[in-house]
């Protein structure tokens, strides 16, 4: 399946009066066509700052783009979002990239009405003006599920709900047909049941408009139930990647473990629930070695001088256009597309620990192909680096059998089971 966006190394950083915080060190992925991918981790891993320095949102000064390159696949022209001029940038924020930020109480301008605010970026994008935007806002209310949108059009922000609310910015990130739709926590403030109407709305408006769909949460739940793949984020650094079933079922990263086993479980015993020792790691220190490692309870003496690269992990399944592909069967002949993306959907892990095997991993076992650009950068005159298609790729480890690792985070078993 084609990408629609291919992140490479994305490192940010803010100059403060302590000094240099590394917020974002190295982060790469792969967004595909259609696809919904899921960003978790706690609060200061770098998901939102990730994310809002593709557009340029965050303010220079004090943050800066240290390094990396975001080549967005439009359907007319390929792209780095981050070599961009300030116009051209500004052109694809609400066109071809829609944003969907947290609270939208202080998203939403109070003086305005929610009308004039999704004719404003229909107006700047597209052609159409007065009656014909007017008519097309009203259309996107409606699409959003807001009743009696005619009417609702001239309301301020301040009469609509909190769910209602979320529904405008929906509109707003949607009323131009962008390819890609960011989603920065939009269910966080709201109730379960508005939650779920906002999943809801978000499934069915991927479906009919075919928008590939970054989702940034804290919440395992909303993962669970929306995205295709996942990303774990700490430190500013992804640290775990992979299917949604794969990655939720058997865990590879101490750091996912420990995620995962600290959600309470509807069935089951009376678990002690997973509490990961310690404290989030200081930004201010020079990334040069594993985020985790003051946490881990697996780390090595290579964990406090090493960065960890990305090995495969798990069962080694890959996922390609929503079917199963069984890369540990070596009499399954794959097509040249599967193979080449296998790299990009393969689960895999930044640790050093090996959990399948529970040991360290080989220091002369070779980490997975690096995140890349492909050829189509390079013909569009980006100047990509070489593409990790074709590289040499390592056997994918023996499949797992029992997810259920003994943890040493709080000495009882943690794992994934009935999320």
Not at 173 to 188: F, G, M, Q, R, V
Not at 377 to 386: N, R, T, V
Request: charged share 20%; proline share 8%.
């Amino acid at each position: 399946m084609e990408p629609v966006l291919d992140v490479r190394d994305l490192a940010v950083q803010f100059e403060t009066v302590e000094g240099t915080l590394h917020a974002v060190n190295g982060v790469s992925f792969r967004l595909r066509r259609g696809e919904t991918l899921g960003i978790v981790g706690e609060s200061g891993s770098g998901k939102s700052v990730s994310m809002m320095s593709l557009l340029r949102l965050i303010p220079e000064p004090p943050g800066k783009i240290h390094r990396g390159r975001a080549l967005f696949y439009d359907a007319a022209e390929t792209v780095d979002l981050l070599s961009l001029s300030n116009r051209r940038i500004g052109f694809l924020r609400g066109n071809r990239i829609g944003y969907i930020f947290q609270d939208p109480m202080s998203s939403l301008n109070p003086l305005l009405t929610v009308g004039i605010q999704i004719r404003e970026s229909i107006e700047r994008h597209t052609r159409l003006s007065g009656t014909q935007a007017k008519q097309r806002a009203i259309e996107l209310l409606e699409l959003v599920g807001i009743p009696s949108a005619a009417q609702r059009y001239g309301n301020y922000p301040h009469q609509f709900s909190g769910g209602m609310r979320q529904r405008v910015m929906i509109a707003i990130a949607i009323s131009c047909d962008p390819a890609i739709l960011i989603a920065d926590e939009p269910t966080t403030a709201l109730d379960v049941t508005v939650q779920a109407q906002i999943l809801a709305l978000v499934r069915r408006l991927t479906q009919e408009l075919g928008i590939s769909v970054i989702w940034i949460s804290h919440d395992l739940g909303v993962i669970a139930s929306l995205a295709d793949r996942v990303l774990v984020m700490y430190g500013g650094t992804v640290v775990e990647r992979g299917d949604v079933e794969e990655l939720f079922t058997s865990p590879r990263h101490p750091y996912t473990v420990g995620l995962l086993g600290a959600l309470p479980k509807l069935q089951g015993g009376e678990e002690q629930l997973v509490n990961i020792r310690g404290t989030p790691p200081s930004l201010f220190s020079s990334p040069t070695q594993c985020p985790f490692e003051p946490r881990c309870p697996w780390a090595f003496a290579r964990c406090k001088t090493e960065r960890p690269p990305e090995f495969f992990a798990g069962t080694g399944r890959v996922y390609l256009g929503g079917t199963e592909s069984a890369s540990t069967t070596q009499d399954t002949a794959e097509s040249p597309e599967q193979e080449a993306d296998e790299p990009f959907v393969a689960h895999r892990a930044a640790c050093f620990h090996d959990l399948d095997r529970d040991q360290e991993r080989d220091p002369s076992e070779p980490p997975a192909p690096a995140q890349g650009a492909d050829k189509a950068a390079e013909a569009a005159g980006i100047g990509a680096p070489p593409s990790a298609r074709g590289s040499a790729s390592t056997d994918p480890p023996p499949a797992h059998t029992d997810s259920r690792q003994p943890s040493r985070l709080t000495g009882d078993r943690t794992g994934a089971e009935e999320l």
